[in-house]
């Protein structure tokens, strides 16, 4: 039986390099895959890792239908035996019910990766419908580290090295962005977030 999987954590826990390892298995095995992502760090219609790999993929704009887009594959004689969509937190849930779709009626085997949650700890609307609609979520294990060596469990965005909680949920940045960048983001534990705490006010704290 097909399944639509939801493989969730915080930024720098490892998913694009997930997605990328089951890209590789199953290629290895014979298997065919679609690779979907959207608004990549490295650019449109890339699946990038922070490790440094990288591949190929279908940049999947708000128009975007996956459902179509499969039969329309499978009626010109490819084949496709699983799909991977990374950077999922951003898909509307109107395209996360296309993709629960491409499982139950097409047979595809459907891989999604991302956050679920935003800055402001607010469920992504794309995350929310995979969690409610997902055969299996699984939180990846490979944890995320705050600055003080706890668990991360929440993304922290700065603006000029600073932590907001404030502002639109889709700005593109990155974990490990210089202090200066005008957008980056952070991996904090719960109680930093709440304080608002990043690593750079820390450390300007003890400098005090």
């Keep these: 039986m097909a399944e639509l999987a939801f493989f969730s954590g915080t930024m720098d826990c490892g998913k694009?390099?997930?997605?990328?390892?089951?890209?590789?298995?199953?290629?290895?095995?014979?298997?065919?895959?679609?690779?979907?992502?959207?608004?990549d760090r490295a650019g449109e219609g890339l699946l990038s890792s922070r490790l440094g790999l990288v591949t190929q993929a279908t940049e999947a704009d708000e128009k975007f239908d996956f459902h179509a887009h499969l039969v329309g594959c499978l009626a010109?004689?490819?084949?496709?035996?699983?799909?991977?969509?990374?950077?999922?937190?951003?898909?509307?849930?109107?395209?996360?019910?296309?993709?629960?779709?491409?499982?139950?009626?097409?047979?595809?085997?459907?891989?999604?990766?991302?956050?679920?949650?935003?800055?402001?700890?607010?469920?992504?609307?794309?995350?929310?419908?995979?969690?409610?609609?997902?055969?299996?979520?699984?939180?990846?294990?490979?944890?995320?580290?705050?600055?003080?060596?706890?668990?991360?469990?929440h993304n922290a965005r700065t603006e000029g090295g600073r932590m907001v909680v404030e502002g639109a949920q889709v700005?593109?940045?990155?974990?490990?962005?210089?202090?200066?960048?005008e957008v980056g983001y952070e991996v904090l534990c719960r109680r930093h977030h709440r304080h608002r705490l990043t690593a750079a006010a820390a450390t300007a704290a003890a400098a005090d």
Excluded at 84 to 93: G, M, R, T
Excluded at 171 to 181: L, N, R
């Design 76 to 153: 010109a004689g490819e084949r496709v035996d699983y799909v991977i969509a990374d950077e999922a937190q951003f898909l509307s849930p109107e395209q996360v019910d296309q993709l629960a779709r491409v499982v139950d009626d097409l047979g595809v085997d459907v891989y999604a990766f991302g956050i679920a949650t935003d800055f402001r700890t607010k469920l992504f609307p794309g995350s929310q419908r995979l969690i409610e609609l997902a055969d299996r979520v699984e939180v990846l294990q490979v944890e995320a580290l705050c600055w003080c060596g706890a668990r991360a469990t």
């Design 171 to 181: 700005v593109v940045g990155d974990v490990g962005a210089a202090a200066t960048a």
């Design 16 to 39: 694009s390099t997930l997605a990328l390892q089951i890209q590789h298995n199953r290629s290895a095995r014979g298997l065919r895959g679609l690779i979907f992502t959207r608004n």
